[in-house]
């Protein structure tokens, strides 16, 4: 399984961009890439996910790029309700996966 | 429309004691099923998955056992309850391509 790398914690004010970077240099072939939000006392909820290239969604955007080593979640205009743990992960999905989930990144916005 | 149940919500339990936590998912059919385990600030980890009615695999050797006496349901228990089975635990179906559907989470405390 591919091993993916976040940034343990970021901060950003209400109305910015937000880009939270995930390394996962062994990404194989068939993997593709899905980020999940998490808020305290909840199940992760499924943000986006992609292959390759750039996904867009309602919520979110997804960047990668060729080399699929890394990926980027990208949050437009974030407000306060952001807040929460963004988790990056790397599997297949067309199989019986066992995604591990790493320690994810904590986002704190403010006013 | 696919929905995912598990309950209890909270649960205190004393060392010792057994547990059984259960999910059940509706609106689809052969799902993959899954349980986690988060301890308070740290990531998830996966402790069994099931690809169909009596398959279990085990991601961890530990205290507890899972259990998928039908489709959509899966169980996860334990005889005898440790200090350290502390967390919160979550079921999850999915890895088709559309992502993880994660339940609403049981936080278990042992006393």
């Known amino acids: 399984l591919a091993k993916t790398t976040q940034p343990i914690s970021m901060d950003s004010y209400e109305g910015q961009e937000v880009n939270i970077t995930c390394s996962h240099n062994n990404i194989a072939t068939n993997d593709y890439i899905t980020w999940y939000q998490q808020f305290p006392s909840q199940g992760p909820r499924f943000i986006i996910q992609g292959y390759k290239t750039k996904v867009t969604n309602e919520v979110a955007s997804l960047f990668i790029p060729a080399d699929r080593k890394s990926s980027t979640l990208s949050l437009p205009r974030v407000s306060l309700s952001d807040t929460a743990v963004y988790y990056c992960l790397v599997g297949d999905t067309g199989t019986a996966s066992k995604l591990t989930f790493g320690t994810g990144t904590r986002l704190q916005v403010t006013l | 429309s696919q929905t995912i149940h598990q309950w209890p919500a909270t649960l205190v339990q004393p060392v010792g004691s057994p547990l059984s936590l259960e999910c059940t998912v509706e609106?689809?059919?052969?799902?993959?099923l899954y349980w986690y385990r988060q301890a308070a600030g740290r990531g998830l980890q996966l402790l069994f998955y099931s690809v169909g009615i009596g398959q279990i695999s085990s991601e961890v050797p530990q205290n507890l056992s899972a259990s998928r006496p039908q489709d959509r349901q899966f169980i996860l228990s334990s005889k005898k309850l440790l200090l350290s089975d502390s967390g919160f635990y979550l079921c999850?179906?999915?890895?088709?391509?559309?992502?993880?559907?994660f339940g609403s989470g049981t936080r278990l405390t042992v006393v």
């Open positions: 999850a179906w999915g890895g088709q391509g559309d992502g993880y559907t």
């Open positions: 609106g689809t059919s052969n799902p993959n």
